[in-house]
């Protein structure tokens, strides 16, 4: 396989079968429009070629900001077609979240749409080396000035409307001019293309930063074709006919799930639905994808959804197929844990299953159940052509050319995760699972975030907390007990199931802090810790609890822009909570 594959294969395709659909995006009145390879080739050329003309070369960095939509199927293979690096932002990020990504990641250019142009805005005289912002839905000058006066209400730093329009450019205007050195030079993109090398820096993808600052993973073209061919060995035998081929995308594409989704399926000639998080569900029925990557909350939706329509078993399958849309050959799921009755319900609903491990240091796999060799307590096995061990600490270590260049100016950090032997190390722990080396592995959690009991027993708390995951009712559990003689922890709920469930019971609260600490409540995420309990050794356990009725945010540093759970922050904002439940 060669470099840029992605942009090689938009190149054929986009050649050889122009009219052939590449992707569906919402339109008008609840239809559907359609992109065409010949298109997506178009405008990916176009935005390579004016990258190109505009100083856009090897290393240079080009950031994009923006929700899950169509624009970055064409940008991001641009970038990658003149050598450039691909900086990702979270969507969901802060202004200063934001500017910290795009400033240290040294990008010149930023790709990002009106919608979140005032969280740029918020800190525009800092982004220095912002030479050119393109905007991608910027139609007239009245939208730009909008945005500026919104900016300039929610701002105590006012901007010059002059200053941003000095930096603005429409992205219908670097079509424009991208299309005009096509005519002039109709054989430039194919000679980028030739100028790539495997060794070329490709991305620079931020981490969530849940012990600090972001730290910007490098991957570079022979980390993602090494990934995307092991993946491909695992999974082959499980693709339906090209025809038949239908996914979602409506992962962030900031983040390696959703933007391996979206590079994958231009490999696999996919037809593939723009979606966001809040109408998946309710499309998946319509489109019958034949491949869906979920988070484990939306399998538990379905699952809840097939075994609440009937209790005869073949009736609930059947429910499961029609919310499933009928058609799946396989799923990933990934994220956090699921529970083994959901997996295995699946199975005997004859659709399999998939869960794995990885991180984006990986790009992002490491390991991975298969169809035909899985264990549902396990991560999987390691994928081809990928070495892991377990160290004598319990830590995975993996070595392969999918392992990432290291941390973008931070060579201490980089150091420190490599052993004298080159192998990453992960900061995740696990086990071989009967001791079999090589075989499935048990996640564990993170090391540097192992609970160290007044008993001596050392616990991983991640692992814990993310069997909490397939219950609708839980949010975030946070899990609490250094030099403690058990483990308690503080959890918050979903507010939207449980407002439903309030009125299903025809239940009357006050508010939402009265409804939390209501018995009724307690006792349903009792029976859910209990259930967890089950599943833990005795010093494992979850022995008392409180229920939080706020959210831990993004804004208030408890979670990444990803919703990792930054456990350190709090442990420290819930220190006096914690603490109360061991006063007896």
């Given at each position: ?99 910290y990504v795009v400033d240290h990641g040294d990008a010149e250019i930023l790709f990002t749409e009106l919608a979140l142009f005032p969280k740029v805005l918020a800190r525009w005289p800092d982004y220095t080396k912002v030479r050119e912002v393109i905007l991608w839905d910027l139609k007239d000058q009245a939208q730009l000035e909008a945005a500026v006066e919104q900016a300039n209400e929610e701002s105590r730093n006012p901007v010059a409307l002059a200053d941003v329009q000095s930096k603005v450019v429409a992205l219908d205007d ?312 058990y483990l308690v922890a503080l959890i918050t709920l979903n507010e939207l199931v449980l407002d439903a469930w309030a009125k299903q019971q025809s239940a009357v609260f006050p508010d939402y802090a009265t409804l939390v600490q209501s018995p009724e409540v307690q006792a349903i995420v009792q029976t859910a810790v209990d259930d967890v309990n089950s599943r833990l050794a005795s010093y494992e356990t979850i022995k008392k609890f409180d229920i939080y009725d706020g959210h831990f945010s993004v804004e208030a540093g408890h979670i ?25």
């Open positions: 396989m060669e470099p840029l594959a992605g942009i090689r294969k938009i190149l054929k395709k986009g050649t050889e079968r122009p009219d052939a659909v590449r992707f569906h995006v919402p339109g008008a009145e609840q239809a559907w429009d359609q992109v065409t390879w010949g298109e997506m080739l178009a405008r990916s050329r176009d935005i390579a070629l004016y990258l190109d003309r505009h100083g856009v070369g090897k290393d240079t960095k080009v950031s994009v900001f923006a929700n899950t939509r169509l624009e970055w199927a064409f940008v991001a293979p641009a970038i990658e077609a003149v050598r450039g690096v691909f900086v990702p932002v979270y969507f969901s990020n802060t202004p200063d979240q934001t500017h670097v079509y424009a001019e991208g299309a005009e050195i096509h005519r002039a030079e109709p054989d430039l993109l194919e000679c980028l293309l030739e100028a790539s090398e495997l060794d070329d820096l490709a991305y620079i993808i931020y981490t969530s930063g849940t012990t600090g600052d972001p730290k910007g993973v490098m991957l570079s073209n022979r980390n993602l074709v090494s990934t995307t061919k092991s993946w491909i060995k695992v999974l082959e035998h499980a693709f339906p006919p090209a025809d038949e081929r239908r996914d979602i995308i409506w992962l962030p594409i900031s983040h390696m799930g959703g933007l391996g989704v979206m590079n994958t399926g231009t490999m696999l000639d996919y037809e593939s639905w723009f979606s966001d998080p809040w109408h998946l569900l309710e499309l998946i029925p319509q489109v019958k994808p034949t491949f869906l990557l979920c988070v484990p909350a939306y399998w538990e939706k379905m699952y809840t959804q097939a075994i609440n329509a009937s209790p005869d078993k073949k009736e609930q399958y059947k429910k499961l197929h029609e919310v499933t849309g009928g058609k799946l050959t396989f799923l990933l799921s990934g994220g956090a844990g699921l529970k083994r009755e959901i997996k295995e319900f699946f199975l005997d609903a004859g659709i399999q299953m998939i869960e794995g491990y990885g991180l984006t240091e990986c790009a992002p796999n490491v390991t991975m159940n298969r169809l035909d060799d899985y264990d549902f307590d396990s991560i999987g096995k390691p994928i081809p052509d990928v070495r892991v061990k377990i160290d004598d600490d319990g830590e995975i270590c993996v070595k392969g050319e999918n392992v990432f260049q290291g941390y973008y100016k931070k060579p201490e950090e980089t150091q420190a995760c490599f052993d004298a032997e080159g192998w990453f190390h992960t900061g995740d722990l696990g086990e071989w699972i009967d001791g079999i080396e090589g075989g499935f592995i048990r996640f564990k959690g993170r090391k540097k975030e192992i609970i160290v009991t007044a008993a001596g027993k050392n616990i991983g708390p991640g692992g814990i907390e993310a069997m909490f995951a397939g219950n609708a009712f839980i949010e975030q559990v946070a899990l609490y007990g250094n030099e403690r003689k990444t822009p990803s919703m990792k759970l930054r456990r350190n922050r709090v442990w420290e904002d819930f220190k006096d909570r914690f603490e109360a439940l061991y006063q007896d």
